[in-house]
Protein backbone atom coordinates (compact mmCIF):
# COMPACT_ATOMS: atom_id res chain seq x y z
CA UNK A 1 0.00 0.00 0.00
CA UNK A 2 1.30 3.23 -1.04
CA UNK A 3 0.63 6.51 1.05
CA UNK A 4 0.23 9.73 -1.30
CA UNK A 5 0.42 13.22 0.16
CA UNK A 6 -1.13 15.86 -1.63
CA UNK A 7 -0.89 19.40 -0.32
CA UNK A 8 -4.23 21.63 -1.60
CA UNK A 9 -6.18 24.79 -1.55
CA UNK A 10 -10.07 24.84 -2.07
CA UNK A 11 -11.98 28.44 -1.70
CA UNK A 12 -15.57 29.69 -2.33
CA UNK A 13 -16.09 33.16 -3.34
CA UNK A 14 -19.10 35.19 -3.00
CA UNK A 15 -21.20 32.57 -1.65
CA UNK A 16 -24.67 34.33 -0.72
CA UNK A 17 -27.01 30.80 0.00
CA UNK A 18 -26.49 31.24 3.90
CA UNK A 19 -26.81 27.36 3.64
CA UNK A 20 -24.02 24.57 4.90
CA UNK A 21 -21.71 24.48 1.76
CA UNK A 22 -19.89 20.96 1.52
CA UNK A 23 -16.15 21.80 1.06
CA UNK A 24 -14.26 19.27 -0.71
CA UNK A 25 -15.02 18.52 -4.11
CA UNK A 26 -16.79 14.68 -3.47
CA UNK A 27 -18.59 16.02 -0.72
CA UNK A 28 -16.66 14.00 1.75
CA UNK A 29 -13.51 12.30 1.97
CA UNK A 30 -12.77 8.96 0.43
CA UNK A 31 -12.63 6.01 2.93
CA UNK A 32 -8.84 5.87 2.03
CA UNK A 33 -8.20 9.46 3.14
CA UNK A 34 -7.41 11.48 5.66
CA UNK A 35 -7.40 15.46 5.33
CA UNK A 36 -5.61 17.84 7.83
CA UNK A 37 -7.01 21.37 7.82
CA UNK A 38 -4.03 24.02 8.44
CA UNK A 39 -6.02 27.06 7.66
CA UNK A 40 -9.42 28.29 7.95
CA UNK A 41 -9.76 32.20 6.57
CA UNK A 42 -13.20 33.72 6.01
CA UNK A 43 -14.10 37.04 4.64
CA UNK A 44 -18.02 38.66 4.62
CA UNK A 45 -19.67 41.36 3.34
CA UNK A 46 -21.57 41.20 6.66
CA UNK A 47 -20.93 40.52 10.17
CA UNK A 48 -22.34 36.29 10.32
CA UNK A 49 -21.24 34.02 12.41
CA UNK A 50 -19.61 31.09 10.86
CA UNK A 51 -20.14 27.28 11.79
CA UNK A 52 -17.54 24.44 10.79
CA UNK A 53 -19.56 20.92 11.16
CA UNK A 54 -16.85 18.14 10.90
CA UNK A 55 -18.68 14.51 11.17
CA UNK A 56 -22.47 16.59 12.08
CA UNK A 57 -20.38 17.77 15.08
CA UNK A 58 -19.84 21.88 15.26
CA UNK A 59 -16.22 21.74 15.48
CA UNK A 60 -15.91 25.69 15.36
CA UNK A 61 -18.83 28.38 15.88
CA UNK A 62 -17.17 31.81 15.41
CA UNK A 63 -18.08 34.70 17.16
CA UNK A 64 -19.59 37.54 14.58
CA UNK A 65 -16.89 38.69 11.83
CA UNK A 66 -15.87 42.03 10.87
CA UNK A 67 -17.72 43.05 7.71
CA UNK A 68 -15.34 43.40 4.99
CA UNK A 69 -12.58 41.59 6.60
CA UNK A 70 -10.40 38.55 6.65
CA UNK A 71 -10.21 36.10 10.17
CA UNK A 72 -8.56 32.47 10.47
CA UNK A 73 -10.68 30.47 12.09
CA UNK A 74 -7.92 27.72 12.97
CA UNK A 75 -5.62 27.65 15.69
CA UNK A 76 -4.65 23.95 15.62
CA UNK A 77 -4.81 21.83 12.99
CA UNK A 78 -8.40 20.05 12.43
CA UNK A 79 -8.66 16.29 11.03
CA UNK A 80 -11.13 15.54 8.86
CA UNK A 81 -11.84 11.36 8.87
CA UNK A 82 -12.11 9.17 5.78
CA UNK A 83 -15.81 8.68 4.55
CA UNK A 84 -17.18 11.77 7.36
CA UNK A 85 -18.71 15.45 5.73
CA UNK A 86 -17.21 18.58 6.50
CA UNK A 87 -19.48 21.96 5.95
CA UNK A 88 -18.22 25.45 6.13
CA UNK A 89 -21.97 27.79 6.55
CA UNK A 90 -22.56 31.35 7.45
CA UNK A 91 -25.22 32.70 9.43
CA UNK A 92 -26.34 35.36 6.90
CA UNK A 93 -26.76 35.26 3.38
CA UNK A 94 -24.22 38.09 2.59
CA UNK A 95 -21.57 37.79 0.51
CA UNK A 96 -19.13 35.16 2.14
CA UNK A 97 -15.74 33.89 0.83
CA UNK A 98 -13.72 31.24 2.47
CA UNK A 99 -10.13 29.43 1.36
CA UNK A 100 -8.69 26.22 3.55
CA UNK A 101 -5.51 25.02 2.91
CA UNK A 102 -4.95 21.29 3.69
CA UNK A 103 -3.13 18.27 3.41
CA UNK A 104 -4.72 15.11 1.85
CA UNK A 105 -3.08 11.81 2.82
CA UNK A 106 -4.63 8.94 0.70
CA UNK A 107 -3.61 5.82 0.72
CA UNK A 108 -3.54 3.99 -2.61
CA UNK A 109 -2.71 -0.11 -3.00
CA UNK A 110 -0.98 -0.85 -5.29
CA UNK A 111 -0.55 -4.31 -6.72
Given at each position: MA????YKFIGIDNNTTGSAL????????G???????KS???TSAGTPVVTVTN??????KSVPLTANQT????T???IVEGGSGFTIQSSTSDSFDYAISYLNIKKE???
Open positions: VVNQDVFPASTPVNETIIIILVNSITAIKELLQPLRVD
